[in-house]
T-cell receptor, first 110, second 118 residues
Framework: QKEVEQNSGPLSVPEGAIASLNCTYS??????FFWYRQYSGKSPELIMF????GDKEDGRFTAQLNKASQYVSLLIRDSQPSDSATYLC??????????FGTGTSLTVIP | DAGVIQSPRHEVTEMGQEVTLRCKPI?????LFWYRQTMMRGLELLIY????????DSGMPEDRFSAKMPNASFSTLKIQPSEPRDSAVYFC????????????????FGPGTRLTVL
C-alpha cells in the first residue's frame, strides 16, 4: 500500500464548476498535509496546507481534512482554465517523512 | 531571494557516464530534499538533509546514487555510472523547520534538472 493515494484522473470539469480532488494516506499519525499544483514542465508549488480536522479556505480553494478517515481533499470553486494542472497531495508522516501522491490531472474546459 | 537554484537545467549523457546535479537551497532554510519524478512513479523522495546531515536516504535507488551537502548552501546528487532508467526530472527542494509545529514547513522546489541517459 502506498503512503499517499490519489486518483490519477484525468479529471475534467467545465469552467465555473467545482473541481474536487481527493487523497487518502496510510499513516494515522500523520500531522500535516499539503496540496501542490504542478503545471506541465514546471516544478510543484504549494497552494494549500492544513493541520487540523475540518475545512480551511483560501480564496477559491478549500482544503478538507478528516483524520479519522485518513482523507484530505481540495475543492476548487469557480474553476478556471488556468487551474488546469496536476495536483499533488503531500503528507508529513508521524516519522517526519514527506510523501507525495502521484498526482491528479485536472483539465478545466472553457 | 532567488529561490532554490538547480544546475544544469538539462543534461544529456551516455550510459556509463558520471552525472552530477547541483542545488543551492534558499538562504536560511535548514532542510534540503532531492526528488526524482517520472510519469510512471510520480514524485519520489530520494534523500533529505537536515542541518547538512543526511537523515533518510532510504529512497536512494541503489549504490550508484550518492548525495552530499558539504555546507548549508550547496548540495550535489551524483549518479555513477548512469543508466537509461535513470532518465527523469530531478528536483531539489528546501524548507525550514524552525518554528514549525509539524517539524516541516512547506517545501520550495527548484526548477528541476531534466536528465536523459542514452
Amino acid at each position: 500500500q502506498k503512503e499517499v493515494e490519489q486518483n490519477s484522473g484525468p479529471l475534467s470539469v467545465p469552467e465555473g464548476a467545482i473541481a474536487s480532488l481527493n487523497c487518502t494516506y496510510s499513516d494515522r499519525g500523520s500531522q500535516s498535509f499539503f496540496w501542490y499544483r504542478q503545471y506541465s514542465g514546471k516544478s510543484p508549488e504549494l497552494i494549500m496546507f492544513i493541520y487540523s480536522n475540518g475545512d480551511k479556505e483560501d480564496g477559491r480553494f478549500t482544503a478538507q481534512l478528516n483524520k479519522a478517515s485518513q482523507y484530505v481533499s481540495l475543492l476548487i470553486r469557480d474553476s478556471q482554465p488556468s487551474d488546469s494542472a496536476t495536483y499533488l497531495c503531500a503528507v508529513n508522516s508521524a516519522g517526519n517523512q514527506f510523501y507525495f501522491g502521484t498526482g491528479t490531472s485536472l483539465t478545466v474546459i472553457p | 531571494d532567488a529561490g532554490v537554484i538547480q544546475s544544469p537545467r538539462h543534461e544529456v549523457t551516455e550510459m556509463g557516464q558520471e552525472v552530477t546535479l547541483r542545488c543551492k537551497p534558499i538562504s536560511g532554510h535548514n532542510s534540503l530534499f532531492w526528488y526524482r519524478q517520472t510519469m510512471m512513479r510520480g514524485l519520489e523522495l530520494l534523500i533529505y538533509f537536515n542541518n547538512n546531515v543526511p537523515i533518510d536516504d532510504s529512497g536512494m535507488p541503489e549504490d550508484r546514487f550518492s548525495a552530499k551537502m558539504p555546507n548549508a548552501s550547496f548540495s550535489t546528487l551524483k549518479i555513477q555510472p548512469s543508466e537509461p532508467r535513470d532518465s527523469a526530472v530531478y528536483f531539489c527542494a528546501s524548507s525550514s523547520t524552525r518554528g514549525s509545529r509539524s517539524g516541516h514547513d512547506e517545501q520550495f522546489f527548484g526548477p528541476g534538472t531534466r536528465l536523459t541517459v542514452l
